[in-house]
């Protein structure tokens, strides 16, 4: 069985399914970290040195292991030439 049949028929799993969906705005954080950075053409070292900061601090944010502060996401957004911009939007999964 392929990984992607596995999570297929994990999803089916309704506790499964949520949460995987729980965890889906932590993927798109950690997605769009990533996507600055590499969009920037700079390496984890680079924006750590941009930050003053380890390496390891930068791999520990990407890798969704730490729980950083807004101005964490400011000056890391910064470094990579972009801005945060925070979106409040209805949750229709509490409307369900």
């Known amino acids: 069985m392929s990984f992607e049949q596995f999570k297929q028929k994990a999803l089916k799993d ?23 950075r590499t969009k920037a053409g700079l390496t ?18 990407e890798r969704g292991r730490s729980n950083p502060s807004w101005g964490t996401l400011s000056k890391y957004a910064a470094a990579c ?10 949750d229709d999964r509490a409307l369900a």
């Open 14 to 36: 309704p506790e499964v399914r949520q949460e995987y969906d729980a965890l889906e705005e932590e993927f798109s954080l950690i997605d769009q970290l990533i996507s600055m």
């Open 44 to 61: 984890q070292e680079d924006v750590a040195k941009k930050l003053g900061t380890n390496k390891s601090n930068i791999s520990r944010l």
């Open 81 to 90: 030439g972009f801005r945060v911009k925070l979106e409040a939007v209805e």
